[in-house]
């Protein structure tokens, strides 16, 4: 049986798993689906739109599925699409998407610290961290175990690449790629995200492969498409190296450097 504190106010037309348990002065709008598993502390608000998965915690004060913050958006149905295994720490607060792509989406296994925010159409990937008030802008997409610092704040319409640290306090207006180290504001390259690398289980080799990519992108004097060409004919072809390029060869708004 769901779990659910008198104080919360559920709408009769959600869809709440057995196994849900909501706490004290929560309130979940007509329409949201949550999946089995699912905590929600207290003071969590989950609006029309939302659809979360399995075994997410949201912790008090968060807030799930508004309308985005977006003069163009004029009341249309879209969505907020939350997968499975996430931690939303106190008033963290995820909008759903615009007529634009229709969705907000979330995967799984993400850490969301207090106070963060995800925009309209953003796109998180999975075993993302944003620290305490990180705030992405619209239509964002993080990759596979990105890291954001404390602070950092994230442009409409930027990409971040797999395996990618922010330092905090950092401003993104351009995309940065998979594996990297970047900070500050203006951000500035600061490395190979090394620690992160070996964390996750990157071999020596592949670790030197990209280490050759990085040198002829930051440290040669090459621009963005020569060094890519360098890369493709100085390089071994292995899954993390193609990966990077096609990132780059996707950017839309540059690339940082």
């Known amino acids: 049986m769901v779990k659910i504190h008198p104080t919360s106010i559920i709408g ?17 709008e007509d329409g949201v689906r949550i999946g089995s598993g699912t905590r929600l502390m207290s003071s969590v608000t989950i609006l029309k739109g939302a659809s979360i998965g399995e075994n997410n915690t949201f912790f008090p004060g968060s807030i799930i599925g508004a309308v985005p913050q977006d003069l163009k958006f ?31 989406l979330v995967g799984s296994k993400n850490f969301f610290m207090a106070y963060s925010h995800v925009a309209h159409d953003c796109v998180i990937s999975d075993n993302c961290i944003l620290a305490n008030s990180v705030a992405l802008g619209g239509h964002v997409f993080l990759g596979n175990y990105v890291i954001l610092g404390g602070l950092a704040g994230v442009h409409q319409f930027v990409r971040i690449g797999d395996h990618t640290m922010i330092g905090a306090s950092s401003m993104v207006v351009k995309d940065v790629i998979p594996y990297a180290l970047f900070s500050g504001n203006p951000l500035d390259y600061e490395g190979l995200n ?26 040669s004097g090459l621009n963005v498409s020569q060094a890519v060409e360098k890369i493709r004919s ?11 390029l096609t990132f780059i060869s996707a950017s839309k708004r540059g690339i940082a450097k």
């Open 234 to 244: 100085g390089v071994q072809s292995v899954p993390e190296v193609e990966n990077l």
């Open 74 to 104: 004029s009341g249309e149905s879209t969505e907020l699409i939350i997968g499975n295994n996430n931690t939303i720490r106190e008033c963290v607060t995820m909008n759903r998407g615009t007529e634009a792509t229709g969705r907000s």
């Open 12 to 28: 009769k037309k959600a869809e709440i798993a057995d196994t849900v348990e909501i706490g004290p002065f929560c309130i979940v």
């Open 194 to 219: 090394l620690v992160g690398l070996k964390r996750r289980g990157f071999t020596v080799d592949k670790i030197d492969l990209l280490k050759d990519c990085f040198k002829y992108l930051f440290k």
